[in-house]
C-alpha cells in the first residue's frame, strides 16, 4: 500500500492498477485505500506526532506495513464467502457459480489458521447448501 503512494508521487500518474496482488489478498485494494486515506505522503507519514504510529526503529518505516496490512477476521470472511455466493449465483446460475466460487473459497480464507485440513472440501462443494455448510463448519478448523 505504501509503494502505491510512492509510484504515484513519484510518476505523478493519476492511478496505480492492480492485478495479480488481489487474487490472492482480496483486502489489498483496502489496504490501500487506507494508506492514501490515513497518511498522505511519506512524509507526513514519518513525521507523524501520534505516538502510537512512530516506528520502534528509526530507521526504516517497515513497522508501518502493519498498519496496511488488515486480514478480517474469520466470521467476516464467512459472511463474506456466503454473500459472494448468492451474488454469483444471481448472475450465473447456481451450477456454474458454485463451480467457479470453490477458487475463490481458497483466497477468500488464505492464511487462516488450520484452513489446510479443510481445503481440499472446497472443491468438493457441488451445491449452494454444501457450500453454506462447509463455510459453517470452518469454525472447528480455526
Not at 481458497?106 to 447448501?129: E, N, P, Q, S
Request: net charge positive; with cysteine.
Amino acid at each position: 500500500p505504501l509503494k502505491a503512494k510512492r509510484v504515484l508521487d513519484f510518476t505523478g500518474c493519476d492511478a496505480v492498477m492492480i492485478g495479480r496482488a488481489a487474487r490472492g489478498s482480496l483486502w489489498v485494494m483496502f489496504n490501500v485505500l487506507m494508506a492514501f486515506y490515513k497518511f498522505y505522503s511519506n512524509d507526513q507519514l514519518l513525521n507523524n506526532k501520534d505516538p502510537k504510529l512512530k516506528p520502534k526503529n528509526n530507521s526504516n518505516n517497515n513497522e508501518y506495513s502493519n498498519y496496511f496490512n488488515y486480514h478480517p477476521p474469520l466470521a467476516w470472511r464467512k459472511k463474506f464467502a456466503e454473500l459472494y455466493l448468492k451474488f454469483m449465483i444471481y448472475f450465473k446460475g447456481e451450477d456454474k457459480a458454485v463451480k467457479e466460487f470453490r477458487k475463490y473459497l481458497a483466497w477468500i480464507f488464505k492464511g487462516v489458521a488450520g484452513i489446510g485440513k479443510v481445503r481440499k472440501d472446497f472443491y468438493l462443494i457441488d451445491t449452494y447448501d454444501r457450500a453454506v455448510k462447509v463455510i459453517g463448519d470452518l469454525n472447528n478448523f480455526y
